[in-house]
């Protein structure tokens, strides 16, 4: 029996894509010319599906301290940290994200994926329960499912759902609860309804969770995300996040206060057995997390792109993935070859989001997806919104009407 074979279905559905146009899963970016810029098929494209919310990947001092590292640090770490130590720049960063966050503690994992998988995994074991809101990311699902633990679903962004599975006792085996919450979802742009989930903990006692990847310096008065936001930091105990979005680099993070907080260091087997982030990765994120807390101007800028992606988008009449405005700006479609088709029709005319289909999106809805930058200029935000509407008029995609 080949292995393989359970592949054919795969195979099939992306010769059917391709043969639609460009490879929509398989882009490559031939040049980059700036944060929000690539050569594509050889065309200028505008950027609008990168997660790159703060633009900040071109900054001249982040590329220095990078440049800086390399020459001193070398290429690689050729190791995990338990077993070949840490470098000083490690540590570093792990002292100036806590100061960031203001908590006691932070460890920094060598991705997003892993920093989820190490905190999931670490905080939960066969006797605990995870609830997890279900349009939760597929590393929250799969630390999850490294874990052990038993897990529960709630309906999304659903406090009164969560309550009720509480009280129910669902999978209870006298062991802990983790709840697991994003900041704002990746795939529909929308925000956790934070306090409704907190009026819930304080009745049942639980401990929580809430991944920042997408919220991390882009909300709050800080740029800490969400629970910033919110005004709620203290009603959270672990926050995860990524350096691959805001940060501009690779790596990712789990932060909190508990006194046994440095301890996950030595019961995550995603922290243990995996090479540590390469030397001009963290000191790009030093550099990057300085410029987030000094220039706070490019916050506001991406709030600004963001609303008039998303005003832009609700005047043509596009059906969007939510009703807040937020750097995660989903435009649903109403199948999968009008949106194959409405997303070849925008590389064509200049203009890369990301496409999202099912099984990847909640609900098995059809998007485009655009992730707005602080880079973007406002003529750069209307473009992409003429860009939408002329694709929509030739009737690449059925107009969806908002309802
Ligand atoms: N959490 C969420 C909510 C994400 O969207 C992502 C990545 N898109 C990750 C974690 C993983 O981060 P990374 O890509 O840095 O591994």
Redesign the pocket.
Known sequence: MDLLAKLAPIAERHARIKALGSDAVGVVNEKLLSPTRAIIDGRETILAGT?NYMGITFDAECIAAGQKALAEYGTGTTGSRIANGSFALHRDLEREFAAFLDRKHCIVFT??????LGMMSGLAGPRDTIYLDADS?S??YDGCTLSGAKLVRFRHNDAADLDKRLARGEADEGGGRLVVL?GI??MMGDRAPLADFIAVKKKHGFQLLV?E??SFGVLGPHGRGLADEAGLEKDVDFV?G????SVGA???FGAGDHPYFEMLRYAMRPYMFTASSSPASIATSIAAIRKLAAEPQRRRKLAENSARLFHGFRDLGLELGCNEVSPVVAVRCPDEPSTIAMWNALLKAGVYVNIALPPGTPNKLCLLRCSVSAAHSDADIDRIIELFGAVVAQGHGKKVVNG
């Not at 991705?111 to 989820?116: D, E, I, R, S, V």
């Open positions: 997660n991705t997003g994926y892993q920093a989820n990311h590393s929250i994003e979802y990746s991944d990847a997408h995860v990524t350096f691959s979005k690779i790596g990712g």
